[in-house]
């Protein structure tokens, strides 16, 4: 993990959080503000955990664009959920 690691207990919050709300394939978009709501974490310690978790290989972030250039929800792939049906 990088140096300032996120609690475990963020982390977890975190994942079981995208894991929940992942189709069958483990992929998963939900919004930044999203996850700090129903984390109860803020903004910065979502984007933070989701760091450490990418460094980990827990999980796989896309940045989205849309074709006008404007951002979208990132997708999230969750690499433990691969072999879910």
Do not use: W
Request: glycine fraction near 2%; charge should be positive.
């Amino acid at each position: 993990m990088s140096r300032n690691s996120s609690s475990p207990a963020l982390l977890e919050t975190v994942f079981a959080t995208l894991y929940k709300s992942a189709n069958p394939d483990g992929v998963c978009d939900m919004s930044l503000r999203d996850l700090s709501h129903v984390t109860e974490y803020s903004k910065r310690s979502v984007v933070r955990a989701i760091k450490d978790l990418v460094e980990c290989q827990v999980l796989a972030l896309e940045h989205r664009k849309a074709a006008d250039g404007a951002n979208l929800r990132n997708r999230y792939n969750l690499n433990t959920r691969k072999d879910a049906a």
